[in-house]
């Protein structure tokens, strides 16, 4: 007996092309877009899926069948959530670690669901506070975690340091007031706000981080200003020069060319003295006050201007670490989450009109199924899209080449459901009808049909014009003058309501 390997996730990264020549997969395909072959699954044989794609048809409209029927959304709800499953996974089945995330988050979403439909039930608030805080927190890592490594690989000398820091306390402080600013005063709408209880809290924590913050901040730009102060070269303040000295001990030559007078030496000897002392004292008290103390305020200058730059560079740093971190960590975690917690919603918002509908008949039922599964389908479609990190160029080629399929197979799912469904209604079983969804299909693929036709009527007509003329074209080649060259329709009529030329003056 043959094992089938059901094989979602590629660890190798490698993307697999159809097999044919001229095939170009990117990573983010499921079909490819060369030959529209499907790029997943291909370890089953292609009967095998044949066999599989009609038991998931025959699934899907089980489901839609039975959930009128025992009016119960939770069969269409199942089979909805494989479906949006399978739309936000194999697009990243070569990013393992992306694909188990947005998978095990849609688990999540979809379990959620049933609560957050309901926005005035008393567990509504309960849960959204704690979605809240976890995508908060969440996003919060995220940064903190980009922020570091982009200030690593920013230089060589391993960023600047406190930078990253910085910009995540920043952040922190930022989203908490968010917080703060969704809480409302007591008595508020609990749909629409968090609990009045976290507003004190939550703008306590928003004083704490931004102290610990500038407390880092200036901590950090100490130690860079440090570091820049002790390089002599690097000061903006020249230190003072040293004094010339005003005492100059020694002997007087002036007043040994007076004479030799022993009392007017002694007299002037002791007057040389005190002079000396009193310029010595003097030298003393201008090295210590203006040369030493004015050396220690211009290093201090120095140290503050040092200082002063390295908080500079630090919140420079910071903000351009902030700006990019916070993309990243949106895009992550942000992004995703939200995508998938509301596309989840309409999901269930559309089991419910779906069930309506087969009820009334109502056309704004109709509006309504059909806004639901457009939003969810462009919510997932965003979600892995902002996890997988690809260029728009790929992105959007992907998008359309997996969105084409996916649109026709949903409307032929719906056009034969809906006629089916509709006759066992006439018969007798269930309450179903032909309704305007069904119709809706049918026109749809009969316009599709008639279309496709006269194109490939078009295309026919011109392959057999191609074929006529050909031999014509190879025996002008040859040389035969005698032979017309091919002209088009047009110009063959128009010769033919004209007098008719010489045989040869249409040869050129």
């Given at each position: 007996m043959t094992t089938i390997r059901l094989a979602i996730f590629n660890p190798s990264g490698t993307v697999e092309g159809c097999g044919l020549a001229d095939c170009d997969p990117k990573p983010v395909d499921v079909l490819c877009r060369d030959h529209g072959a499907l790029l997943v699954f291909k370890e089953i044989p292609p009967r095998t899926r044949y066999v599989l794609g009609v038991l998931a048809c025959a699934l899907i409209w089980a489901a839609f069948f039975a959930a009128p029927a025992l009016n119960n959304i939770v069969p269409t709800f199942v089979v909805l959530a494989l479906a949006g499953a399978g739309i936000v996974v194999l697009p990243l089945r070569t990013f393992p670690v992306a694909g188990r995330?947005?998978?095990?988050?849609?688990?999540?979403?979809?379990?959620?669901?049933?609560?957050?439909?309901?926005?005035?039930?008393?567990?509504?608030?309960?849960?959204?506070?704690?979605?809240?805080?976890?995508?908060?927190?969440?996003?919060?890592?995220?940064?903190?975690?980009?922020?570091?490594?982009?200030?690593?690989?920013?230089?060589?000398?391993?960023?600047?340091?406190g930078a990253a820091f910085v910009a995540a306390g920043l952040a922190i402080a930022a989203v908490t007031a968010l917080l703060w600013l969704l809480t409302g005063p007591p008595g508020s709408d609990p749909a629409t706000h968090l609990p009045a209880a976290l507003r004190a809290?939550?703008?306590?924590?928003?004083?704490?981080?931004?102290?610990?913050?500038?407390?880092?901040?200036?901590?950090?730009?100490?130690?860079?200003?440090?570091?820049?102060?002790?390089?002599?070269?690097?000061?903006?303040?020249?230190?003072?020069?040293?004094?010339?000295?005003?005492?100059?001990?020694?002997?007087?030559?002036?007043?040994?060319?007076?004479?030799?007078?022993?009392?007017?030496?002694?007299?002037?000897?002791?007057?040389?003295?005190?002079?000396?002392?009193?310029?010595?004292?003097?030298?003393?008290?201008?090295?210590?006050?203006?040369?030493?103390?004015?050396g220690i305020l211009v290093a201090v200058a120095n140290w503050l201007l040092s200082w002063l730059a390295a908080m500079v560079t630090i919140v420079v740093r910071a903000a351009v670490l902030l700006r990019s971190a916070a993309w990243s960590a949106t895009r992550v975690i942000a992004i995703p989450a939200v995508s998938l917690l509301v596309a989840a919603v309409l999901m269930l918002s559309f089991t419910h009109a779906h069930v309506d509908y087969v009820k009334t008949g109502s056309l704004a039922d109709v509006g309504l199924l059909l806004g639901c599964a457009a939003a969810s389908y462009v919510l997932l479609t965003l979600a892995w899209t902002a996890l997988s990190a690809v260029q728009p160029s790929i992105l959007s080629a992907a998008i359309v080449n997996f969105t084409g399929p996916t649109l026709a197979i949903t409307i032929v799912l719906a056009l034969i459901g809906g006629w089916g469904f509709g006759i066992l209604g006439a018969a007798g079983y269930g309450p179903y009808h032909i309704g305007w969804l069904t119709i809706g299909c049918t026109t749809l693929v009969a316009v599709a049909v008639i279309v496709w036709g006269l194109r490939r009527r078009s295309l026919q007509a011109g392959e057999d014009e191609i074929d006529r003329l050909a031999p014509l074209a190879a025996r002008r080649g040859a040389g035969d003058a005698t032979v017309p060259a091919p002209r088009s329709p047009v110009a063959s009529a128009a010769d033919n309501r004209s007098a008719a030329a010489p045989l040869g003056g249409e040869l050129g």
């Open positions: 995330s947005i998978l095990a988050g849609w688990i999540i979403a979809c379990a959620l669901a049933p609560v957050l439909d309901r926005p005035h039930h008393k567990a509504f608030q309960i849960v959204a506070t704690v979605i809240v805080f976890a995508i908060a927190i969440g996003w919060a890592v995220r940064l903190s975690r980009s922020a570091a490594d982009l200030n690593k690989r920013a230089d060589s000398s391993g960023g600047v340091a809290p939550l703008i306590w924590s928003v004083r704490v981080m931004l102290g610990v913050t500038v407390v880092a901040w200036a901590g950090f730009a100490a130690g860079l200003g440090t570091d820049a102060w002790r390089d002599r070269g690097l000061r903006l303040i020249k230190p003072p020069s040293r004094p010339r000295r005003l005492a100059r001990w020694g002997a007087d030559p002036a007043s040994a060319a007076r004479g030799p007078q022993a009392v007017d030496r002694i007299i002037e000897g002791v007057f040389g003295v005190m002079v000396q002392f009193v310029l010595a004292v003097l030298d003393v008290l201008i090295g210590l006050l203006y040369y030493r103390i004015l």
